[in-house]
Each structure stands twice: as C-alpha cells, then as structure tokens.
C-alpha cells in the first residue's frame, strides 16, 4: 500500500497563484527598504518567516522555533514566559504597514502576517486593496472639562468633580445648587 503525504500548504493565500520567485524578490524588496534599514531585529524575523514558509508551509512556524533561529534566543526559551515573539510579530506587523503605505506603495505583491500567527501570507496588491478593513477615522473628543473662572486653569473642586461625575451629573447639581441660592435669597428678601 503507497501512502502519501500531503506538501506543505503554499505560501500564498487566497487563492493567488504568486511564484516563488515573486515572493523572494517581495521579500528581497521589503527588506532593503528604508523601513526596515534600521530594524535588524525585524528583518531577521521578516526573512525566517518569509524562507521558513516558502521551504516548510505555514504550519511549520512556531514561537520557539522563530526565537532560538531568528531572534538567537537560548535553547531552554520558553515562549510561556518570554513575549518577545509576540512583540516582534506585533512590531512587524506595524512596520508591514508602514511599508505598504511609504515606499511599498507600488510594490505588487504584499506580505501580509495575520493576527494570530506568525506565517506570512504573500499577496497580490490588488487583492490586499479590495481586502482593507472598513475603519472609521478617530475623531478627538470635544474637551469637556470645567476650567475656573479667573484663571483659566482648572480648580481641585473642578477636577474632582469631571473625574468623578460625567458632565450630567454635574449639571444637575449645578442647577440644584442654583435653586438653593435663589431660595435662600428670595426668603432673604422676604424677612
């Protein structure tokens, strides 16, 4: 009886038929950009990563494994206890984006590293663009704080109250406080 094994799964995603020649020459690319000129750390992490599935397939990366080969962690590493993989993925992924949006602009494949793990995805642009997120843009929030009157600065009363209360609550008071005075003063008058 003849077994067969099954390959490593590709390196690309989503269906792209990228050579492997492609992907090197977007990691090739990637890595002697300005970007990442001044981030050894990350190149070492880029260029396992990117090898290492192109070589083995996606499910050959582990955390352990992209310690002690690329980021030249000890053998007794124990990822439990040390988050450097997860930080550096994290700072790659962020320094991907970077790319892509300074002088990877134009490159036509995108190396992408999904949250959740640390194989690469190699992509073709045009399938990266139709694939962004909808995000909404962060506005700043209004400044809501109550400054004193003369100064400009905000009072210790001031301060506690916005840390304490949201702003309707302090308006009720406020008001409720108003009301106490015009009755103190219209009983005032009236005596």
């Known amino acids: 009886m003849d077994e067969t094994r099954p390959g490593p799964e590709p390196a690309q995603s989503g269906g792209s038929n990228l050579s492997d020649q492609q992907i090197r020459r977007a990691l090739a690319r990637t890595l002697k950009s300005p970007e990442f000129h001044s981030a050894p750390q990350l190149c070492a992490f880029l260029r396992f990563v990117g090898t290492a ?33 997860r930080v550096e993925a994290a700072r790659l992924r962020l320094r991907l984006e970077k790319y892509y949006s300074g002088s990877g602009s134009g490159d036509p494949v995108r190396i992408v590293i999904p949250k959740g793990s640390y194989a690469p995805e190699f992509r073709p642009a045009e399938c990266t663009e139709r694939q962004k997120p909808f995000s909404v843009p962060h506005e700043t929030p209004p400044d809501l704080s109550i400054s004193h009157p003369r100064s400009g600065a905000p009072g210790r009363l001031d301060t506690v109250l916005t840390q304490r209360f949201s702003l309707p609550v302090v308006a009720a008071a406020m008001a409720a406080s108003g009301a106490v005075c015009l009755l103190i003063g219209y009983l005032a008058g009236s005596m």
């Open 53 to 85: 599935t192109l070589k083995h397939g996606r499910d050959s990366l582990k955390g352990y494994t992209i310690a002690v080969e690329a980021l030249g962690r000890p053998e007794e590493f124990n990822p439990v206890t040390d988050p450097i993989v």
